[in-house]
Structure formats: structure tokens, C-alpha cells
């Protein structure tokens, strides 16, 4: 929540966190590799926060995670909605190793502008959004330009 409030050049009056509830509440043993689940046990839980500025909510945050089936009726994942002036993105984020790769990934992605950062601790935010997210776009714009590399 910090973290998305400083990109947004927010300074919070308050975070507000919910206590966790219950989500779902098996009716049948769930068994994975390293616990088991017995009928009536909480399988899923939800956390909340609420950001708030100025007397207003403008991050309302809300994860549930837990050990799903497909019948459950809450869904295992993520859902994102950001509502701008001018538009709206949805974002779905996956879980198991799915979700792994994707951190993976932006890790990778990330590594160029974390490479070119200044010293010192650093959030995501205080690195440049273009580099973290061009997947490759900084290297090939610096070779279009002429960069000469050690190798050259």
C-alpha cells in the first residue's frame, strides 16, 4: 500500500487494516503435500487495507489465500482494477507456478534499471517505470544508438 500511494505521489493520512475473516470454511477433507484439511476448518482467508487521504478511501486492497478447490466460490488469484482519468485496467494474476514465473520474470525484466539504480535502498518506485517494464526495449534502443558493449 506504501509503496503504490508513493508512486501515486500520495502521502496517507491513514491505512486502515481490516482484520482476517474467514473466506471459505471446507465442507471435505483438502489433503496437499504437506497438510491436511479437515471438514469444517477454514481453507481460505481475506486481509483488507484501506488507504486514505484526505478523508477519502483511494486504495482499498483486499487478498484472500488460502488452500482452494475449483468448487470453491472464491477464486484463487488476483484481481487489480485501477481507474484512472481516462481509463481503466484490469489486471488477473495467477497462483502456483504460474504466479512464480510472472515474479520471475519481473525480476529479469527489472534487472537492467536495478543494474543503472544509484547506491542505496531503493523501492520499485524509485526506479524508472518505462525500464522496469520494456522487457527488453532499454538494450535494444542503446544498440539502435550505437552503445558499444565490451565485446564490441
Do not use: C
Not at 473466506?23 to 477433507?29: L, M, N, R, Y
Not at 481460505?44 to 482452494?68: C, N, P, Q, S, W
Amino acid at each position: 500500500m506504501g509503496a503504490l500511494a508513493a508512486g501515486l505521489g500520495w502521502d496517507l493520512d491513514s491505512v486502515d487494516v481490516g482484520e482476517v475473516e474467514p473466506a471459505v470454511v471446507t465442507t471435505s477433507p483438502r489433503v496437499g503435500d504437506h497438510m491436511r484439511i479437515e471438514p469444517g476448518q477454514i481453507a481460505a482467508v481475506t486481509h483488507a487495507a484501506r488507504g486514505v487521504l484526505k478523508g477519502d478511501v483511494v486504495i482499498d486492497l483486499e487478498i484472500t489465500f488460502g488452500f482452494f478447490e475449483p468448487a470453491d466460490e472464491v477464486a484463487a488469484g488476483d484481481d487489480y482494477r485501477i481507474v484512472g482519468e481516462e481509463q481503466v485496467v484490469d489486471l488477473r494474476s495467477s497462483v502456483g507456478f504460474d504466479s512464480f514465473l510472472s515474479t520471475v520474470a519481473a525480476a529479469v525484466n527489472a534487472s537492467a534499471a536495478v543494474v543503472e539504480a544509484r547506491p542505496g535502498l531503493l523501492s520499485m518506485g524509485d526506479l524508472p517505470a518505462r525500464s522496469v517494464a520494456a522487457k527488453g526495449e532499454r538494450r535494444t534502443g542503446r544498440a539502435s544508438l550505437g552503445a558499444t558493449t565490451s565485446q564490441d
